[in-house]
């Protein structure tokens, strides 16, 4: 190879095994790199992200920058919870609580020797959605409803929530243009008993088909449900990526108060996967 390049990891995250959960690729030491570079080599990657820890501005141990194929992010969940567990493995930040700046503020991630917990932004929520353009969006019908009225909900970013009876995500036959044109982050459609979510999430516009683990959807399903779960804190499991063979768990809380999200959080385990050393563009 010739040229500069930079190194980078790759690790599978909220899996306690290689070749499962969501695969992510940390690109490091690219404070120098214009947003274009940042963008090509995340195209190159092809990854669902990309992410580039930088250096930290006042009151964070660190910057990080997230990139679809297609566009950057202001804030993901598995790109934070990988990063910050590559970051303590290589000895760049210490195991506890650190403090990560991205677009949706200063979050607080706390690391573990297997991975991270990362804290949510500020908690937003829509008024109730027609439900019928999410169904279309993902091919399914009114029968497959099995919830409140689906909304916009998010922690930094805003999914569409549409919960459904369990047998229908199996029968998903999503429609990419439309997931898009509904705008904000995409549509998380998920089938929930009262403790565990299994969900599959289609962004919008992101170049992206289908995540098989979505951390800032797990998180803003916390936001969605915290009306119906009542004050007090509460803990929920999203078990994501199994249709894409690819299985994922995300452990979370929501802190509920007057009805409420004042606070998520997701908790993930990393595993590495390759690392090595990629042409600056």
Same mark, same amino acid.
């Given at each position: 190879?010739?040229?500069?390049?930079?190194?980078?990891?790759?690790?599978?995250?909220?899996?306690?095994? *290689?070749?499962?959960?969501?695969?992510?690729?940390? /690109?490091?030491?690219?404070?120098?790199?214009?947003?274009?570079?940042?963008?090509?080599?995340?195209?190159?990657?092809?990854?669902?992200?990309?992410?580039? #820890?930088?250096?930290? $501005?006042?009151?964070?141990?660190?910057? +990080?920058?997230?990139?679809?194929?297609?566009?950057?992010? *202001?804030?993901?969940? @598995?790109?934070?919870?990988?990063?910050?567990?590559?970051?303590?493995? +290589?000895?760049?930040?210490?195991?506890?609580?650190?403090?990560?700046?991205?677009?949706?503020?200063?979050?607080?991630?706390?690391?573990? =020797?297997?991975?991270?917990?990362?804290?949510?932004?500020?908690? %937003?929520?829509?008024? #109730?959605?027609? #439900?019928? &353009?999410?169904?279309?969006?993902?091919?399914?019908?009114? %029968?497959?409803?099995?919830? =409140?009225? &689906? !909304?916009?909900?998010?922690?930094?970013?805003?999914?569409?929530?549409?919960?459904? !009876?369990?047998?229908?995500?199996? !029968?998903?036959?999503?429609? =990419?243009?439309?997931?898009?044109?509904?705008?904000?982050?995409?549509?998380?459609?998920? %089938?929930?008993?009262?403790?565990?979510?299994?969900?599959?999430?289609? *962004?919008?516009?992101?170049?992206? $088909?289908?995540?098989?683990?979505?951390?800032?959807?797990?998180?803003?399903?916390?936001?969605? +449900?915290?009306?119906?779960?009542?004050?007090?804190? @509460?803990?929920?499991?999203?078990?994501?990526? @199994?249709?894409?063979?690819?299985?994922?768990?995300?452990?979370?809380?929501?802190?509920?108060?007057?009805?409420?999200?004042?606070?998520?959080?997701?908790?993930?385990? /990393?595993?590495?996967? %390759?690392?090595?050393?990629?042409?600056?563009?």
């Amino acid at each position: 190879m010739t040229g500069l390049t930079v190194a980078f990891e790759v690790v599978d995250v909220f899996t306690d095994r *290689p070749y499962a959960g969501n695969p992510l690729a940390v /690109v490091l030491d690219a404070d120098e790199l214009a947003t274009e570079q940042l963008q090509a080599i995340a195209r190159e990657f092809n990854l669902s992200e990309t992410a580039f #820890p930088l250096k930290a $501005p006042d009151g964070a141990t660190y910057r +990080l920058r997230i990139f679809t194929p297609a566009t950057e992010m *202001p804030f993901a969940g @598995h790109p934070s919870v990988g990063a910050a567990w590559v970051l303590h493995r +290589l000895g760049r930040i210490d195991a506890g609580p650190n403090v990560q700046a991205c677009g949706a503020g200063l979050l607080p991630v706390h690391v573990t =020797p297997n991975g991270a917990t990362l804290t949510g932004g500020t908690p %937003s929520l829509s008024e #109730p959605l027609d #439900p019928a &353009p999410l169904l279309e969006a993902v091919g399914l019908d009114q %029968s497959d409803l099995a919830g =409140p009225a &689906p !909304r916009w909900a998010g922690v930094g970013i805003d999914f569409g929530y549409l919960l459904v !009876r369990r047998e229908a995500l199996s !029968r998903v036959r999503v429609d =990419p243009g439309r997931v898009a044109a509904l705008g904000r982050s995409g549509i998380a459609l998920v %089938s929930w008993d009262g403790a565990v979510a299994r969900s599959r999430v289609f *962004p919008g516009g992101l170049g992206i $088909p289908e995540d098989p683990a979505t951390g800032s959807a797990a998180l803003g399903l916390g936001v969605f +449900l915290a009306e119906s779960l009542g004050d007090g804190e @509460h803990a929920y499991v999203v078990e994501q990526g @199994h249709e894409m063979g690819r299985p994922a768990t995300l452990s979370c809380t929501v802190e509920v108060v007057a009805g409420a999200a004042v606070r998520t959080t997701v908790t993930g385990q /990393v595993v590495p996967v %390759s690392r090595g050393e990629i042409q600056v563009p």
